[in-house]
Every structure is written in structure tokens, then in C-alpha cells.
């Protein structure tokens, strides 16, 4: 630490630090942070805020609800005033939503860009809870008074989140911890918002409209599995320990190691590991650290868990990424980590070559294999989306392309298909949308996939089917094709034959004009209705008028049969015109 200068030390990094007078100011904001979760509060204020939000979303798709008339930049402005509240009540209802945000930012797959571009800035800056209640839980788990489990033990905390704080400490030994301990109650607080979550799933699950090419159960299944994996502390102590021994070999990388004897599910004791955040960058350069050999380091870091550990980072945000004195990378919390198994990096392989060959059909059938992609009747709207964007994203070279621009149009194309990417995909996604970016913070020039190329080519070339190398591999492409061009005349002739014999039947289908047929029709049936509501309510007026209430009552009662048909038929005319 000497080798900084005083404004390097005041910029000394700890994950999700949060400044004093934030935690004070926070206090009162939340309910939840008392510690004392009333089921019925709890189901009350989620209710509240999921029905307020599907207000919202049935009002968007209203178009009589735009004041002088509906836009595409109403509806985005629109959209950008829901994302921030969605933001600051997921802020409000706590941890659990606060992680779900955090989760569902990375899903624009499945929300608009708005919502999820608000999401991503949900930053978990939540308010301290008590040394008292430190106290309690470190003696609880360890057994211990805390006095005899470390010789100094500093009551404020070095940062605060949503699952948990840090606070420094010393062992006996002299030396240097941070002491990770969880919020109280977290467990209780998960159980009882996790299960009204699933009745939430559940419900859009069986919504006519938002359930539609949606898993809502599975997304949520999904929400689960990360969520009690990051509240379990001896798993992030296991992850930790993972991720250090695939670094052992590599000098620029540091990670804290575990002190497992002190460690348990709600405490985690770490070496203490100081450094600059990758993010302050007028600090970096007071240490004479520098900015561009630092952009290319962390690239190659992601790429190493990625591409050659399968194990990496999931969530690698310039909170959880700093530098030492000496310009070594340190990574921080590890409790979102993901796994490419064996088979899904095959999956991902083949997904590989068909983007080299701009093969639409290799790719789709790729990602149905690797379930990122739902098998339903009809694909081939999805392989043209597939096969617009491998036109578009092969007309420029590999290392001039953007993974932002990219992971952008993927979702863009996504968005509202059967495409339904796993959490890991996702996570890989995001990482390196958010190392590009803090690449370009480090180094305007900086290309994340300039770096990733000749990782990439490696990978490639020790995973072809046969072992060898690239150029075998589009050897035997070629013969291939060879053979089918070959084939192809006769192929053609077997084809005709069977034209003239009827044994193949061709049916067209021109789908626009079908619904197009369908709404005129139902605009007919709809102004029949009309008619015959009007007619029976102006009778039923008329023998009001002239007294005769016994029939009034019974038209009137009539006139209800075709205003109730007249009003499912405006409805489904209203959804024809959602899909023009």
C-alpha cells in the first residue's frame, strides 16, 4: 500500500463499498431491513406491486391511452418512466427482488430494452445492519465470542449489499481478514418471497398472452437455484477456492483465500486483499498502472474461465474487479458463478462453425440442442431472424465487431420469439458486454473481441470433430458439398417425377392474408351485433318511456346477450390489431 499516493489510497477498493451517509440516509427507507418479516405484509406488498405492474403493461398495449394518439416514442417514453419505477420498487421490496432485478436485466430476451436497461443499473446499495446483530450471527455460527475468534474486529462495516456486509478484521495471528456476514433473516425473507414468486410465475405462466413461448415456472426454477446458491457461504468459500487454484499458474491474477476456520452457511472469512478499483481510473494512473495493458489483462482473464476452465465469473462488474500495487488483477465475491459443461461446450462449438459458415440451419438446430431455442411447429420465421443477423454480422471482420452491438441484435431478434436462453448463456452475455465496457473505460481503443480472436481460433481448432486443424476441416466442407452438388440433378429429377404422379401435394398458405380475412369477418359479425344491441336497447328506452317496466326489464335483459358477445369480439379484433 505505500507505493500509492494519497489519492490512491483513498480510493482503496472493497466490493459494493457504500458511502456512510448513504447508510444512514437508507435507514428508514426500507421495511424489510428491521429484520421481522410479516408473511402478509410481505404478500400484500408484492401483490400491490404486481398488479400495479400488470396495469401498466395492459394500459401500454391500449392504444385509446395515448393522449393524442399512439406513437412508437410514446410507447418507449412511456416504457422509460415504468423502468424507473420498477427499479426503485424492487429497490423497496429488498434483497429478493433486488437480486431477481439484477438477474432479469440480463433477459432481453424476455422484456423490452427499457425495462432491462434500467435493470442493469440496480445496484444493491441497501443500508448496514447493526454490530449488534453482526455480533450475534459470527458467535452463533462460529461458536465463539467474537473477541477470542480474532484480536480486532472493526464494528463499521467496509461495505454493505443486499445479502450480506464486510467488515475488517485481524486474527490472532496478525493477519489481515474480511469477515462476510449475512443479513439476518435472509433465509426466512427468501422463503416466504420465493413462494409467493411462484404463484406470480404460475399466473403469467397461464396468461393467454405472456405466456405465450414463455417457461415462466422454469425461469423461475432457475431464479431459485441461483438465489439459495448465493446465500450459501460455503459454497462461495468452494468457489473461491476453484477459482484460485485455476489461477495458480498465472502471476497477474490474485484471489483472496479462504479461512475455512472460519467460515460457515452465514460467515465467510477471507485474506484481506486491498486494491484500486478498476473503474477509478485517475488512481490507476497517480500508481503508474497501465490503463491499456490493464484492458487487454482483464479481456484474457474472462477468456482463461471461459474458454479453457469452464468455470468463470458471473458477475464481473468494476466492483468486484480491482488492481494491485503491482498491477495484478484481484477478483471479489464469488457467490454467482457459472459452469459450461462438457456437452453445452460442444453445443456451443457447433453454434461456432455454423456462425463461421453462416449456416442458419446449423445454428438453429444447435441452439434447440443446447435448449436455448424452443422447438415449436414453425422455425422458419427464427431461421430467417437467424439468418438476417449472421448476414449482417458477417460483413465486417471478427476483430472490427462490437459484443455489445452484437448481444444488442441477438436480443432485438429474440425478443418475443421461442427463444429461451439459459441463465448461463446470459451471464456469458452479460460479462462480456460489462468487460467491453470497462475495457473502453481503461482504453478508448479497446476491442474485447481484437483480444478474443486468437482465443477463439484455439478453441476452435482443438475441438473440430476429427482433432485436426481448420483447414482439413473446411476440406471435407467442401467435399461435401461436392457430393451433394453431385447428387443435386438427380435429386431434382425424383423430384418432378413425383409431382406428376401426385405423390407430393404443395399447399400454399399466405398467413397475412388469412388474419386479414379473420378480422373483416369479425368486423362484420361486430357491426351485426351493433345493430341488434342498439335496436334492443332503443326499445327497451321506448317502453320505459311509455311505462311498461315488466318488458323493459325483459328487452333489457336481452340486449345483454349481444352486448356481452359484442364486447369478447371487440376484444379479440383489439389483439388482430396488436399483430398488424
Excluded at 459454497?235 to 499458474?249: L, Y
Excluded at 478498476?278 to 484474457?300: D, M, T, V
Amino acid at each position: 500500500m505505500s507505493a500509492l499516493s494519497s489519492q490512491a489510497n483513498s480510493r482503496v477498493s472493497n466490493p459494493n463499498a457504500i458511502p456512510a451517509p448513504r447508510l444512514e440516509r437508507a435507514k428508514s427507507t426500507y421495511r424489510w431491513n428491521r429484520g421481522n418479516y410479516s408473511k402478509n405484509r410481505r404478500r400484500f406488498d408484492i401483490w400491490v406491486f404486481v398488479l400495479t405492474l400488470i396495469f401498466k403493461l395492459i394500459r401500454n398495449g391500449k392504444k385509446w391511452t395515448y393522449a393524442g394518439g399512439f406513437t412508437e416514442e410514446k410507447l418507449a417514453a412511456r416504457q422509460k418512466i415504468q423502468a424507473q419505477w420498477i427499479k426503485d420498487s424492487l429497490l423497496e421490496l429488498g434483497p429478493t427482488f433486488i437480486k431477481v432485478g439484477q438477474l432479469f436485466s440480463t433477459r432481453a430476451d424476455l422484456f423490452p430494452e427499457a425495462y432491462v436497461h434500467e435493470l442493469s443499473k440496480l445496484q444493491d446499495r441497501v443500508p448496514a445492519f447493526s454490530y449488534e446483530q453482526t455480533k450475534q450471527i459470527i458467535e452463533a455460527d462460529l461458536g465463539k465470542p467474537i473477541n477470542v475468534l480474532f484480536r480486532s474486529f472493526d464494528p463499521v462495516p467496509l461495505a454493505a449489499a443486499s445479502l450480506g456486509q464486510v467488515h475488517k478484521a485481524q486474527l490472532h495471528s496478525g493477519e489481515e481478514v474480511v469477515v462476510k456476514v449475512q443479513r439476518p433473516g435472509l433465509k426466512q425473507l427468501f422463503t416466504i418471497d420465493l413462494a409467493i414468486l411462484k404463484k406470480i410465475a404460475w399466473y403469467f405462466q397461464n396468461h393467454p398472452r405472456w405466456g405465450k413461448n414463455r417457461d415462466w415456472l422454469g425461469i423461475y426454477a432457475e431464479c431459485c437455484r441461483i438465489l439459495w446458491q448465493e446465500v450459501d457461504y460455503l459454497q462461495e468459500g468452494r468457489s473461491a477456492d476453484t477459482f484460485r487454484r485455476n489461477f495458480r499458474g498465472i502471476d497477474w491474477v490474485k484471489v483472496p483465500k479462504v479461512y475455512w476456520r472460519y467460515a460457515s452457511p452465514r460467515v465467510l472469512t477471507l485474506e484481506y486483499v486491498p486494491g484500486i478499483k478498476i473503474s477509478h481510473y485517475e488512481a490507476l494512473e497517480a500508481a503508474g498502472l497501465e490503463r491499456k495493458k490493464l484492458a487487454k489483462l482483464s479481456a484474457r482473464a474472462y477468456l482463461q474461465q471461459l474458454l479453457n476452465d469452464g468455470f468463470f465469473h458471473a458477475d464481473p462488474h468494476p466492483g468486484n474487479l480491482a488492481v494491485s500495487p503491482d498491477g495484478s488483477l484481484i477478483f471479489y465475491d464469488f457467490g454467482m458463478m457459472g459452469e459450461i459443461k462438457a456437452n453445452v461446450k460442444a453445443g456451443l462449438m457447433e453454434t461456432m462453425l455454423g456462425i463461421t459458415e453462416k449456416n442458419a440451419d446449423r445454428v438453429m438446430n444447435s441452439l434447440v440442442t443446447l435448449g436455448a431455442l424452443e422447438a415449436t411447429g414453425d422455425l422458419a420465421p427464427v431461421r430467417r431472424s437467424i439468418q438476417f443477423m449472421l448476414d449482417n454480422f458477417m460483413d465486417k471482420p471478427f476483430e472490427a465487431q462490437s459484443i455489445t452491438a452484437i448481444s444488442d441484435d441477438l436480443y432485438e431478434i429474440a425478443y418475443d420469439q421461442p427463444f429461451r436462453f439459459p441463465a448461463t448463456f446470459t451471464f456469458v452475455m452479460r460479462a462480456f458486454s460489462t468487460l467491453e465496457g470497462v475495457g473502453k473505460g481503461l482504453d478508448p481503443e479497446f476491442n474485447f473481441m481484437a483480444v478474443a480472436q486468437p482465443f477463439a481460433l484455439q478453441v476452435m481448432s482443438e475441438n473440430l470433430p476429427s482433432g485436426s486443424n481448420i483447414i482439413d476441416q473446411l476440406g471435407r466442407q467442401a467435399a461435401q458439398l461436392s457430393t451433394s452438388t453431385f447428387g443435386l440433378p438427380r435429386r431434382i429429377e425424383d423430384t418432378i417425377d413425383k409431382l406428376d404422379r401426385g405423390d407430393i401435394r404443395i399447399r400454399v398458405r399466405a398467413q397475412e392474408s388469412d388474419r386479414l380475412l379473420r378480422k373483416l369477418g369479425g368486423m362484420q359479425l361486430a357491426t351485426n351485433y351493433t345493430l341488434i344491441f342498439c335496436a334492443l336497447i332503443l326499445s327497451a328506452t321506448l317502453l320505459f318511456v311509455n311505462g311498461s317496466f315488466i318488458p323493459t326489464a325483459v328487452v333489457g335483459a336481452i340486449a345483454l346477450v349481444p352486448g356481452w358477445a359484442l364486447w369478447r369480439l371487440l376484444k379479440k379484433l383489439d389483439r388482430y390489431d396488436r399483430k398488424f
